[in-house]
């Protein structure tokens, strides 16, 4: 968490993010947070996959407020998309391929 109170989940390239990865992420936010809502600019560029039970785990509520996914490829959009079309996202989501838009909008919102 940055001293302006934004959370920053960063996945590696390259990486297949399943079940356990998703949960232990998500525990971790709710751990950093100690039960404030904050917002938060999740890096998924150049992420290989993310299994549908994975993704599941992210429509559960956690303590971020806003979720602003950050993407660089075609790639990461259709990941994006498809996540948002198909699960109902816990609070506010979208995404971007933009760093300064996507911290903006959060800012905004926060």
Not at 38 to 44: E, G, Q, T
Not at 68 to 82: I, K, M
Request: charged share 20%; hydrophobic share 45%.
């Amino acid at each position: 968490m940055t001293d302006g109170g934004l959370l920053h989940l960063r996945w590696l390239p390259g990486v297949h993010v399943q079940v356990e990865d998703a949960r232990a992420a998500m525990a971790k936010v709710n751990e950093v947070c100690q039960q404030e809502e904050h917002p938060m600019l999740v890096d998924m560029a150049a992420v290989g996959s993310v299994s549908r039970e994975a993704r599941a785990v992210w429509s559960i509520p956690c303590s971020a407020s806003r979720i602003a996914l950050l993407g660089e490829s075609p790639v990461d959009r259709v990941l994006a998309n498809f996540f948002l079309g198909v699960h109902v996202p816990p609070c506010p989501t979208q995404f971007f391929t933009s760093r300064s838009e996507a911290l903006a909008w959060l800012s905004a919102r926060a």
